[in-house]
Each structure stands twice: as structure tokens, then as C-alpha cells.
């Protein structure tokens, strides 16, 4: 027999459908949020080793891993922001796994993130993509293509100067359209989080937590390889850690799309 998933098995085992691996290495090198020096830091990661083939366990290697919730490419639960501390299942562990799957809108801004370091996605960039490409559909990932994955160390990465970070992100106006308009499940980046470098001097700080994860929607942070994603047409399949009252969860990101195109 026929069906939606028979043919994406074939199609999956032929190549016609390929896996993009949204997904940056998660290690001690991964970069960390900088914010203001009177909040806690989140720490980055640790390996330690619990045996490795030797007298604390002879034939098997393991590792303790320590980190912050939000680290390296991770997920944004609603839980993680004071407006979403209430929402139904607003956790990890408690997400329903049909929101863990959907539709990618891929915004490309790589060039206007080059030449404007705090380059802000506005509702109308947002309504000229649709123009292009079609309406945001409910329930879908919207991603910004920045290229800031492509950014070599942690210090381009970050980008700080004596006023903190420089990197792009949504304005509050763009993430009240993608939240309450469009419906998306989220909103996803390729910078160290969703909210732009400088968002903590926003009104209301940091806009796109606020605003998303106020109205239950999800966040992608330190995302790659969305050059590799058409504007319209990938599946991408985003599930955290099942961390119980988890605010978030590095995970492994991937995308299917049609690979002849
Ligand atoms: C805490 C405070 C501000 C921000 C963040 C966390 C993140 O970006 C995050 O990883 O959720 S902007
Ligand atoms: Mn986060």
C-alpha cells in the first residue's frame, strides 16, 4: 500500500527527500549568552568523564554533562518567560508532540544582517516575504536567516562592544504578527538567542520572549544551516528533552526537504 509515509520512507531512502542538520556542535567551546553583570550567568558546558575503558569502568566510556538549559542550538518553552509561567503545558515535559513537528518559513536577511549588525525584522519584512512566497501558514516554524552561524569564534559570534551584543532579531511589532496574526508555532534564529544582541534595551526588554512566549509559542536559538532550507516547503522536527518543568532543552534540529529543487 501507498501512502503519505511509504513514499517519504522511499523517498528518504532515494535522497529525493533530504535531512538538513539544523544543528551547531554542543561542547565546552560552545558560546554562552553574555547578559548584564547583576543577573546569574548560565554555564556553558562541562564533559566530565565518569570512566573511560579504565579501572572506574572497564569496558565502557561515559561522561557527566553539565550546562545551562540554554545552550549551544536549544529550545524556548513557554515556561522560560515570566508571561508564559502560567499557560497549560507550558513546559518541556509537557509540550504535546504534535507542536514538535511543522512547516519552515525561512526569511532570509543574510545581507541586511552584514551591512546592520542590529538589523530588526519588521512586520513589514515580514508581509513583503509573504508577498513573495505566500502566506505564513498556522502552525509554522518561522526562522531568520542571518548567516551568523557562519561567524568564526565566539567573540564575532557574540559580537559585543561597550554597549553589549550586536546581532538581529525580531521587533516587538514583528513578534506580536508571527504570535497572535500568523499563529506560528515559533520563532526561530541563528544567533545565541531569539531576541536581537541589543533587546535588553528594548521596550519591553527582550520583545520576542516576551511577546512568544507570553502567548505559548516556542523559540530555536544558535540555529545553522538555514541557507540550505528553500523559503517554503521543509518539514523541520524540533524536540526538547522531555526535562521535567523544563524551560528549555539543547537539541538536535532537523529539517526535511525535497532535494531536487
Ligand atoms: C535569559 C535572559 C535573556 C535572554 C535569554 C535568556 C535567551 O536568549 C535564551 O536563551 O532564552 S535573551
Ligand atoms: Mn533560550
Redesign the pocket.
Known amino acids: 500500500m501507498s501512502n503519505v509515509l511509504t513514499q517519504l520512507a522511499d523517498e528518504l531512502a532515494s535522497g529525493s527527500v533530504r535531512v538538513i542538520d539544523l544543528t551547531q556542535p554542543l561542547g565546552p567551546e560552545t558560546p554562552v ?1 553574555g ?1 548584564p553583570p547583576q543577573f546569574a550567568p548560565s554555564p556553558g558546558v562541562t564533559f566530565d568523564e565518569i570512566s573511560r575503558y579504565d579501572d572506574h569502568g572497564p569496558a565502557w566510556y561515559w561522561n557527566t554533562l553539565t550546562m545551562g538549559e ?1 545552550t549551544g542550538t ?1 529550545f ?1 518553552a513557554p515556561i ?1 518567560w515570566i508571561t508564559g509561567r502560567d499557560l497549560p503545558d507550558n513546559a518541556c515535559d509537557t509540550i504535546p508532540p504534535s507542536k514538535l513537528i511543522g512547516p519552515a518559513c525561512v526569511i532570509d536577511k543574510s545581507r541586511e544582517s552584514e551591512a546592520d549588525h542590529d538589523y530588526l525584522l519588521t512586520p513589514t519584512c515580514i508581509e513583503q516575504w509573504e508577498a513573495e512566497h505566500g502566506r505564513i501558514p498556522i502552525g509554522a516554524w518561522v526562522l531568520l536567516r542571518s548567516d551568523w552561524n557562519k561567524r568564526v569564534g565566539a567573540d564575532s559570534f557574540i559580537n559585543a562592544d561597550d554597549n553589549g551584543p550586536h546581532s538581529p532579531g525580531p521587533t516587538k511589532e514583528a513578534a506580536e504578527l508571527l504570535a497572535h496574526d500568523r499563529k506560528v508555532l515559533g520563532f526561530g534564529t541563528e544567533t ?4 536581537a544582541g541589543q ?1 535588553g534595551t528594548f521596550d519591553p526588554p ?1 520583545p520576542n ?1 516576551t511577546i512568544m512566549h507570553g502567548a505559548g509559542k516556542f ?1 530555536l ?1 544558535s540555529l545553522c544551516n538555514l541557507d540550505l532550507l528553500p523559503p517554503t516547503g521543509a518539514i523541520v522536527i524540533a524536540a526538547p528533552l522531555k526535562l521535567v518543568g523544563g524551560s ?1 532543552s539543547p537539541l538536535r534540529v532537523l529539517a526535511l526537504r525535497l532535494g531536487q529543487e
Do not use: N, Q, R, Y
Open positions: 549568552i547578559l540554554h536549544h524556548d522560560h545565541i538567542g531569539t531576541d533587546a527582550f520572549h523559540g536559538a528549555g
